[in-house]
Antibody
Framework: EVQLVESGGVVVQPGGSLRLSCAGS????????FHWVRQAPGKGLEWISQ????????YYADSVKGRFTISRDNSKNSLYLQMNSLRPEDTALYYC??????????????WGQGTLVTVSS | QSGLTQPPSASGTPGQRVTISCSGG????????VNWYQQFPGTAPKLLIY???QRPLGVPDRFSGSNSGTSASLAIRGLQSEDEADYYC???????????FGGGTTLTVL
């Protein structure tokens, strides 16, 4: 069974940094691309980043470009999101999602349960 | 990041057929396949339709998708109370080099 488990969400002050993690199991981790998708309280889904199977290709939404960095460690079956210069508008539930393909252009076939990031003083 | 346009709400009575539209442009829906996700309150989204009109294993055939030009739609026939959820369309945008989502449609079964 495919499982994605996010962790690392906490309350952080504006301007602070945070690293989210997503552990995958039940599939061959390094065969697939991954995404981070967030959902602000009471709002819709917002894609923020993707990484290819080998980490060689990454994309970011304009809202986080230059502040967030996606990475992966295939030896640990783990995906990461380094979040810097956090703003109150980054407050959201952050989901990791597995792509059906290795390059990230198909669809998100499995999702984790999310980890909550709150940016507040 | 410009998104796709969905109606914020839709409704129907049990047994009815309901459609949810998703409007985009030439750089997204006009060029790429559309996927649909279903989300119940307090839970993670789940893949409902992929590649415009394909259903993952386990998704009832009451759900169907279509893509025409720069618009896509999700149809639900034989509406059931358990279909009450939020529905999101999504596709890759060639101009933005990223994925875009619709704002989501809350479906109510009256």
């Amino acid at each position: 069974e495919v499982q994605l488990v996010e962790s690392g969400g906490v309350v952080v002050q504006p301007g602070g940094s945070l690293r989210l993690s997503c552990a995958g199991s039940g599939f061959t981790f390094d065969d697939y691309a991954f995404h981070w998708v967030r959902q602000a309280p009471g709002k819709g889904l917002e894609w923020i980043s993707q990484i290819s199977w080998d980490g060689g290709s990454t994309y970011y939404a304009d809202s986080v470009k230059g502040r967030f960095t996606i990475s992966r460690d295939n030896s640990k079956n783990s995906l990461y999101l380094q979040m810097n210069s956090l703003r109150p508008e980054d407050t959201a539930l952050y989901y990791c999602a597995k792509d059906k393909s290795g390059d990230g252009y198909l669809y998100f076939d499995h999702w984790g349960q999310g980890t909550l990031v709150t940016v507040s003083s | 990041q410009s998104g796709l346009t969905q109606p914020p709400s839709a409704s129907g009575t049990p047994g009815q057929r309901v459609t949810i539209s998703c409007s985009g442009g030439s750089s997204n829906i006009g060029t790429n396949n559309v996927n649909w996700y279903q989300q119940f309150p307090g839970t993670a989204p789940k893949l409902l339709i992929y590649n415009d009109n394909q259903r993952p294993l386990g998704v009832p055939d009451r759900f169907s998708g279509s893509n025409s030009g720069t618009s896509a739609s999700l149809a639900i026939r034989g509406l059931q109370s358990e279909d009450e959820a939020d529905y999101y369309c999504s596709t890759w945008d060639d101009s933005l080099n990223g994925w875009v989502f619709g704002g989501g449609t809350t479906l109510t079964v009256l």
